[in-house]
C-alpha cells in the first residue's frame, strides 16, 4: 500500500493539476472501491463555478477523480499506465441544488461494479457529513493503444 495518499500524491497521479486537482486525500481503498475527501468545494473562486454558484453536478468531476486515483493505486506498477475517458453517466440523483453551500467537507466515493480490459463501470457518491448529495454511475472508456507517463495517466488497469 501507498503511504501518504495527500493531494500531493494526487496530483502525481491523475492528469488534473493546480486548481483542478480537485481531491485532497484518500481516506481508505481496495480493490474495488476508494473513499476520497474534498475540501475546496466552498471556496468562491472554484474552478467549476459559474454565476457565482458550484451545482451539483459538478460532484461528478469529483467522483470521476476519486475513479482515477483507484485506476493508479489498483494497477499493476510494472505495466504501462493507461489513460481512460469517462464516456457516460447513468441513473445520477441529484439530492440537493449546489455544493458550495455544504458546510462540510465532502466523501467522495467510487465502487468499481463491473470492468474487463477496455470499459469499466463505477457506481459513485459525493457525500456531506452523512448526508448524501449526490449519486450515480459512470462508464470510464480505457485506452487500449497509448500510454501515458504514469505522472499523467487518468486510469489503469
Same mark, same amino acid.
Request: charged fraction near 20%; hydrophobic fraction near 45%.
Given at each position: ?69 483507484? +485506476?493508479? @493505486? ?11 475517458? #469517462?464516456?457516460?453517466? $447513468? /441513473?445520477?440523483? *441529484? ?22 480490459? +477496455?470499459? @469499466? ?11 448524501? #448529495?449526490?449519486?450515480? $454511475? /459512470?462508464?470510464? *472508456? ?16
Amino acid at each position: 500500500m501507498v503511504a501518504a495518499l495527500d493531494h500531493t500524491w494526487i496530483a502525481a497521479h491523475i492528469p488534473h493539476q493546480g486548481r483542478m486537482c480537485l481531491l485532497e486525500s484518500v481516506l481508505t481503498w481496495d480493490g474495488e472501491r476508494i473513499a476520497c475527501v474534498a475540501i475546496n468545494h466552498r471556496l468562491p473562486d472554484h474552478p467549476l463555478c459559474q454565476h457565482g454558484r458550484l451545482g451539483a453536478a459538478c460532484g461528478i468531476e469529483y467522483a470521476a477523480q476519486a475513479m482515477a486515483i483507484h +485506476g493508479a @493505486l489498483v494497477s499493476d506498477q510494472d505495466a504501462p499506465p493507461r489513460p481512460g475517458m #469517462l464516456i457516460s453517466v $447513468r /441513473a445520477v440523483d *441529484l439530492h440537493v441544488n449546489r455544493l458550495d453551500d455544504i458546510p462540510h467537507d465532502l466523501v467522495v466515493e467510487a465502487e468499481r461494479i463491473s470492468g474487463d480490459l +477496455g470499459l @469499466l463501470l463505477y457506481q459513485f457518491k459525493v457525500c456531506g457529513a452523512d448526508r448524501c #448529495l449526490l449519486e450515480g $454511475r /459512470a462508464s470510464v *472508456l480505457l485506452d487500449r493503444g497509448t500510454t501515458v507517463p504514469t505522472n499523467a495517466s487518468f486510469l489503469h488497469d
